[in-house]
Each structure stands twice: as structure tokens, then as C-alpha cells.
């Protein structure tokens, strides 16, 4: 038996903001508030913690993760003090810098985010420390806890069933946004579904 669809889906997004891939779905997820009815709610995860206790990693994999504590705890630590509302502009605001803007300097864009957002330039002393860790740790185990360990950002849900990804490129726009999300939101009511998958042959397309 396959479940019933509510009226209007909530779509939970989990999203690392040093993920290209999370970006690129992000945009699709943007579209898809435009051309459809739908609750969707932001939230942080992390590689870091993700692969904090993994000792393969190539060396420059393993410097991203350390580089990478500090955005997600900018962004949990704006939640806590302002709301869950800011998560997505201050996303959106490092993410642009990032991604499509290619820059690495993150204490710069950590800044510069927090300035374009209108949050307080004192949340950006949050990356260096422990401080919020917990709540960071929490956010990230409520999308692994749908998904499992073995995968990475993004994870959408949708009325509380998860997957990764989709990972796509470019994202798509428009009905073709709409239709994919029509496509996900079938599977998600499959309870039996668990995986398509085949292997990436572009990168992202920003």
C-alpha cells in the first residue's frame, strides 16, 4: 500500500553549504516553490561530521572538512539567535559566493554573508569553536536518520520520507523543476523504494 500525499508537502532540505551538489539541487528546489505548492524548510547538515572519523580521505578532502566546520555553524548558530527563518538567505548568501562565484575564502565570505543578511558580524567568531556543535550534530542526525550513513548532501524529504539528492545539472527550471518534483514526490510514496543511481559524467553547471 502506498501512502497518501497531503494536500500541500512539506519538503525538509538538508544541505551542507560547502556542497556543490547541494547547491545545484538547492536552485531546483527554489524553482519548484515557484511552480508548486509547497512547504519547504532549511536545514543544515554537515561533512564534516559526516566524515570526521573517516582516516582514508585524501589529504585535500580532509582539509575541505576541516575548512568546512565554520559556515554550518554560523548558520546554526544565526538559527538559534534569530530564527529559523535567516537559514535559507544566509545560505544563499555564502552559497552564491562559493559556487558560482568561486571564491574560498571563507572567513571573508562568512562575513560578508552575515553583513548581506543583516545578522550581527559577531556570530562569525561561532566557526572557530565547539559552541554549537551539539545543535549542528542534531540538526545533521535528523536528515542521516532518513537516509543512512553512506551518502552525502543534499537530503530532501518529502512529509517525512528522505532521500540523497537529487543530484542534478544544471538544475532544472520552470515546469521541468515542477515535473521532477512530481517525479520525486511519487517515489517518496513507494514505501519499498530505495535507490536509482547511475554514475556522473558532468560537473556542476552553476
Known sequence: MTSTPTARPVVDFWFDPACPWAWMT???MDEVSAVRDVDVRWHVM???????KKDDLPQRYRD???????????IVAA?????DQVIKPLYDAMGTRRHPGGRKDTDAIIAESLAEVGLPAELAAVAGTDEVDALLRESHGEGISLVGDDVGTPVVAIDGVG?????????????AAGRLFDGLALVTSVPG???LKRSRTAGPSF
Open 46 to 52: 554537515s561533512l564534516s561530521v559526516l566524515n570526521e
Open 64 to 74: 575541505l572538512m576541516d575548512e568546512s566546520w565554520g559556515p554550518v555553524r554560523v
Open 26 to 28: 538547492s536552485r531546483w
Open 79 to 83: 538559527a538559534r539567535d534569530h530564527g
Open 163 to 175: 532521500f540523497f539528492g537529487p543530484v542534478i545539472t544544471p538544475a532544472p527550471t520552470g515546469d
Open 193 to 195: 523504494f530505495y535507490e
